[in-house]
């Protein structure tokens, strides 16, 4: 029996054969192959293996614990109060500022009606700048005092606030309110005296302030 | 890749939950809400929470904020803010959620993660999904932010009116939040 020939592999072809294998990309080299199926992905739905607990997907769990006392107690009811008192305030503040205005325009018309040229003086507007006068006055005192009486607020902070520029504006506009009201009537009973225009003059005057002062007020909360 | 496994052995070493705790100093929870009048924003930096990472990336988290520590920079506004959310009787804003968390390598970009729950607000809980990015860094402390918007009147809040407008329905809640490791 006579033996077959091995047919070997021609020397070139074996070198070009290594060559190329050293040349291949990283990924072609089966050694390295595992490198790309080591990526994870936590996001996506990963199988439980047998045997093993699908993930809890319960709420029912408290890493908190009990928690603190609450900084300030707050009252529910006191604060529904609070709320009624200062919704009432506002409602009637509205109001107010419109007296104010009418009160003011009214005025106006009035001081030049009396001294405002040397037409002869009609006195139309004086009862009801009168009227509107004190109309505003009894307004401002109750509305005031609602604010006043609200339950206080529990959660008060140094910070310099819109309530802050209200309550300094409303301030002064009572202020003004009151001097309005000694100046009106002083001015009243000066009728047919030299000075009586200066004082009526200084009456306007601090009319428009008053107005100024409760239009900053009530435009800190509106704006 | 090498980074990839570095935050991962952080987070999951030992295949043990990790715990992470929220720092109320370097975390803000901010709500806005609309007015015809009135943008108003206000923040919260009272903020309390834990994040319990499981060894397979499922995170349950839970995060509390007392309704009182709501800031708007007007103290009105945010007494009438106590009265509407009726604070004494529910003095706090929960939320619970569990989601699966994917890992990413310190100072990458933040991994994306959906977490579904429940907020209890004004005593009223409902289902919320709340879309939030988590950045991990080297220490295994995360940041995590993120964005929602929660209905008023779904948590049977009466919404204040002013000059006889009503508040806006929705009120627009983001946070970023920064969790530690929990000793």
């Known amino acids: 029996m006579t033996e077959r020939p091995r047919r070997a592999v021609p020397a070139p072809f074996a070198w070009i054969a290594l060559l190329l294998l050293i040349a291949a990309p990283r990924g072609a080299a089966a050694g390295l192959l595992l490198d790309e199926s080591l990526t994870l992905d936590l996001a996506g739905p990963t199988p439980a293996p047998s045997g093993t607990k699908p993930p809890d997907l319960s709420l029912d769990f408290d890493l908190l614990g009990k928690p603190a006392p ?154 | 890749m090498n980074a990839v496994f570095a935050a991962l052995s952080l987070l999951l070493a030992g295949a043990e939950p990790q715990v992470l705790a929220l ?60 009265e509407t959310l009726q604070a004494g009787k529910f003095p706090y804003v929960t939320f619970k959620g569990i989601g699966k968390v994917a890992a990413t390598s310190p100072g990458g970009k933040p991994a994306s993660v959906m977490l579904r729950g429940e907020l209890d607000f004004h005593g009223v809980k409902r289902p919320v999904e709340v879309p939030a990015t988590v950045e991990f860094a080297g220490d295994g402390s995360a940041r995590v932010q993120g964005k929602l918007v929660v209905s008023l009147e779904a948590h049977q809040v009466e919404r204040p009116s002013m000059l006889a407008m009503k508040l806006d329905d929705d009120c627009a809640i983001t946070f970023d939040l920064k969790l530690g490791r929990s000793k």
Not at chain 2, 28 to 45: E, I, P, Q, Y
């Open chain 1, 70 to 223: 609450p900084r300030v107690k707050i009252d529910d009811q006191a604060m529904k109060k609070r709320a009624d008192m200062l919704q009432l305030h506002q409602k009637i503040g509205i109001g107010l500022a419109a007296l104010t205005l009418a009160t003011t325009v009214v005025g106006q018309l009035n001081y030049s009606d009396k001294y405002g040229s040397n037409a002869p003086v009609t006195g139309k507007y004086e009862a009801t700048h009168t009227v509107l006068a004190f109309t505003t006055l009894g307004v401002f005192a109750v509305d005031g005092t609602i604010a006043l009486l609200a339950p206080a607020n529990p959660v008060k902070r140094d910070a310099y606030d819109r309530v802050t520029v209200h309550k300094v504006g409303m301030a002064l506009a009572t202020v003004g309110m009151v001097a309005q009201g000694v100046v009106g009537v002083y001015a009243d009973q000066q009728e047919g005296r030299v000075d009586q225009k200066q004082i009526a003059k200084t009456h306007l005057v601090i009319g428009y302030a008053t107005l100024a002062a409760m239009a900053v007020a009530v435009g800190a909360l509106v704006f």
């Open chain 2, 23 to 82: 720092d109320p100093a370097a975390s803000t929870v901010r709500f806005h809400v609309n007015h015809a009048l009135h943008k108003v924003d206000g923040s919260s930096r009272s903020v309390e929470g834990k994040a319990l990472i499981d060894p397979d990336g499922t995170v349950k988290t839970m995060v509390r904020i007392p309704v009182q520590s709501f800031d708007s920079g007007d103290s009105n506004r945010d007494s009438h803010m106590l």
